[in-house]
C-alpha cells in the first residue's frame, strides 16, 4: 500500500511518498514559493530533481509533484493508480476531533469552520486537500490533526481563566500543537519502557516552535501552547508566556497596530529578540561561544523555562517516569540538553554525559537512572501515514 503524504503550508507544500508493506520513504519533496515569482520543486528520491516552474496556486504544485512522482527518469511510479491513499497534516481541528478522520464534507466544514483558530494554517491544508481530491479523485483522503492528541485533557487543563462566555462563545480555550510528534515519541517511548501501566512522560518537542507535553497511560494531560502555539516556551521568534497586559503596554507606548503587535510577539521575540543575534540556535551557540552575553542569556532563558515546565509537569501528574527530546534541537544540539538536565537531579535524573553526545535514537540518563531521559527522532510523516492506512 503506497500513502502520499501531504503538509500545505500557505506558499509551500512537503510531501514523502511511503510504501506502507515496508514502512519505506519512496521519495519526498518541497514546492516553495507558491503564488510567488520563482517557484520551485525540489524532489528526492532514488534520483534526484529540481523543477523551476511557476506555480500560481497548490493545483499547480500538485500537479508538479505528480508529474515528479511518475516522471520516467526520477519518477518512483508508473501512474498515480499505484497511490492508494493520500494523508493530509491538518493544523487546527478544535474540539470536534480526538482522531484523524477520512475526510469528507463534513470534515471539510469543520476544518473551514476552525480557520478563524488556525488563519495562516488551515486555509493552506485545506487548498492541499481540495487540490489533492481535483487530481486524484476518489482516492482516498485522511485529515491528520495536529491538535487531536492534546483533546485528552480535562477541563482543568485547558480551561483559561476569562468570563466563561469566551470558551462557550468563542472556544477560548488551551489547545496544544505538535500533537502528531508528541503522540509518536510519546507511543516509541511507552515501547521502550516496556509499556509499564501509569507511565508518566513529558515529551520535550523543541525546534524553532517548541512544545512540552505531559503524558500519563498514553493520553495527553496537559501541554505548552494554547489557543495558537504562541503560549509555552520561549521560542525562535515567539515571545511564550508573559503578561497579557504588557501587549497594551507596548502598544500604547509605541503607536504599533493590533497588527504589528501580532508581529512583534510571534517573529520578532523570543531567543531572537533576546540574542540580538538569530534564532538558529546553531548561531547562538557559536556567538554565545565568543563571549557574547545576550547570546548566553537567550540559551539559559530557553533552558530554564523548559525545567520549569517539567517541575510543573511532574507535579502535575505526580511524578515522571520518562523525560523525551525530539525534533531539530531536542534531537540535534546536546548542549541544549545538557544545559536542560544539569541541575534536575532532585527529580531523579542520573544525566549521562558521555552518552548524550551520541546521536539518533539514544539514552542520556545511566543505568539505574530514576527517571530516564531519551532522545527520540520524530517522525511526523510516518504517523500520518500510518493513521491513513488505519482508517483505508
Known sequence: MKI???????????????????????????CERIGIAGSVLTHKGPKQAVVQQDMKDHNDAIALVIAALTDADHGVVKSMDEINAVGHRVLHGGSQFFQSSLINDEVIKAIEDNCDLGPLHNPANLMGIRACMNAMPGVPQVAVFDTAFHQTMPPKAYLYGLPYEAYEQFKVRRYGFH??????????????????EGLKLITCH????????AIKDGKCVDTSMGLTPLEGLVMGTRCGDMDPAAIKFLMDKTGMTIEEMDTYINKKSGVLSISGVSSDFRDLAAAAEEGNERAELALEVFAYRIQKYIGSYAAAMGGVDCIVFTAGIGENDSATRARILKGMEWIGIDFDEEANKGRGEIEISRPGSKVRVLVI??????TIARDTKALC
Open 4 to 30: 502520499l503524504v501531504i503538509n500545505a503550508g500557505s506558499s509551500s507544500l512537503k510531501y514523502q511518498l511511503i510504501d506502507m508493506d515496508t514502512e519505506t520513504v519512496l521519495c519526498k519533496g518541497l
Open 206 to 213: 523543541l525546534g524553532n516552535g517548541s512544545s512540552i507535553a
Open 179 to 196: 500533537g502528531t510528534s508528541h503522540r509518536y515519541v510519546s507511543q516509541r517511548a511507552s515501547e521502550i519502557m516496556g509499556y509499564e
Open 377 to 382: 527522532p520524530t517522525d511526523e510523516e510516518m
